[in-house]
């Protein structure tokens, strides 16, 4: 379990008395995810999920929580942060910045078809354009800068293929951040982590002509402002990916874009660039996976992502071209 922070009943117990959430009927820790500790707990006046935050900081959290706030409100699916009897988002347990959020309902799918991937698309679009109103302005914090010092420190644990492409990489990574193309990209709030365990589908209702529902987006705390792109391409990379190649699905991949561009169309920058942004998106998880998996952390019990999966999405970026006319048959 990616429990890295142990709550007893006891800690709950005093937790509890900075709510008015009713009396807890139900409390355990969730197994999945890597970053935080997370645990369901349902309370006789509904389900919660109560995150431990293992890295982010006190300072850095208003972003993330005021953020899924302002999205709530504008009609995005995500978990509303519930206020403490003094009106505080989160407060601190053993020490860590702790909140409570409401629990979205559904379940991942994790082997997705155009329908999911068309409402994903849709929806991470008006996500976007939700945000642009948002009052905060957070860095991705997992972006170039954070590449650019972590490359070196995974680089010794590395073969000399990987090292080559994890460096050439990096270095046009830099080139293009620097170029004027990118500096023109539109940008603003991402998800920047809007994988397929980020999202839940609940059952279409009856009579509606939909196969499947959106039930939410969740897990923002990697969100960050970026280029929208760049959120699109991390999101692409995992939803329309052939899992054993590396490859995108043409058709998966088109109803994402598609379902995209009908609420966002896309800028001449971007269309010149997604090849580049897809490479970006490979890279970002590549880099974090290869520090995770060789310089670990302790929990509980830690399910490590396999860092060869986006070593492999990237190589096929690098070598595919069915990628770019994918998106330009969309215009
Ligand atoms: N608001 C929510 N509503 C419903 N389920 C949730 C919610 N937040 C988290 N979960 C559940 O908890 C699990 C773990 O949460 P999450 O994926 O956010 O872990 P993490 O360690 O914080 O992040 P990461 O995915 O980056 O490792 C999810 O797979 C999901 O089942
Ligand atoms: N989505 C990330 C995990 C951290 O959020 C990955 O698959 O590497």
């Known amino acids: 379990m990616a429990v890295f922070t142990v709550v007893t009943d006891t800690d709950l117990a005093q937790w509890m008395r900075h709510y008015d959430l009713g009396e807890i009927v139900d409390f355990r ?12 707990v349902t ?22 929580l005021d953020l899924m706030r302002h999205l709530a409100s504008h009609g995005v699916p995500a978990p509303d942060p519930v206020p403490r009897n003094d009106g505080a988002l989160f407060g601190l347990l053993h020490g860590k910045p702790t909140a409570f959020v409401t629990k979205l309902a559904g379940s991942a799918e994790l082997a997705p078809g155009v329908e999911h991937c068309a409402e994903v698309g849709q929806m991470l679009a008006r996500m976007h354009l939700a945000g642009r109103d948002f009052e905060h302005r957070q860095p991705n914090l997992r972006s170039l800068g954070w590449w650019q010092q972590t490359v070196p420190v995974v680089l010794p644990f590395v073969g000399d293929a990987q090292r080559e492409l994890l460096e050439a990489e990096l270095a046009h990574q830099t080139a293009f951040f620097a170029s004027s193309d990118y500096a023109a990209m539109p940008e603003g ?56 190649t590396g490859r995108l699905d043409p058709a998966r991949t088109e109803a994402m874009l598609r379902a995209y561009q009908t609420v966002r169309p896309f800028t001449p920058e971007e269309l010149r660039h997604w090849r580049d ?22 929990a509980a019990l830690l399910q490590p992502h396999d860092p060869t999966h986006f070593e492999r999405i990237l190589r096929e970026r690098l070598s595919g071209t069915d990628t770019l006319s994918a998106l330009s048959s969309c215009n």
Not at 190 to 200: I, K, Y
Request: net charge negative; hydrophobic share 45%; with cysteine.
């Open 29 to 40: 820790g969730i197994p999945s995810g890597i970053e935080n500790s997370n645990f369901f």
């Open 277 to 298: 942004m897809l490479r970006a998106g490979a890279y970002r998880f590549w880099v974090s996976r290869l520090y995770d998996f060789y310089l670990p952390r302790t």
């Open 189 to 244: 709030p991402c998800h920047c982590d809007l994988f397929r365990d980020n999202v839940l589908f609940a059952p279409a209702a009856p009579d509606t002509g939909h196969s499947v529902r959106l039930g939410g987006f969740f897990d923002f705390y990697f969100a960050g402002c970026d280029k929208w792109l760049f959120d699109l391409a991390v999101t692409v990379n995992d939803w329309c990916v052939d899992l054993t």
């Open 43 to 64: 309370t006789t006046h509904g389900a919660y999920v109560l995150t431990i935050f293992e890295k982010l900081t006190a300072e850095q959290l208003p972003f993330y």
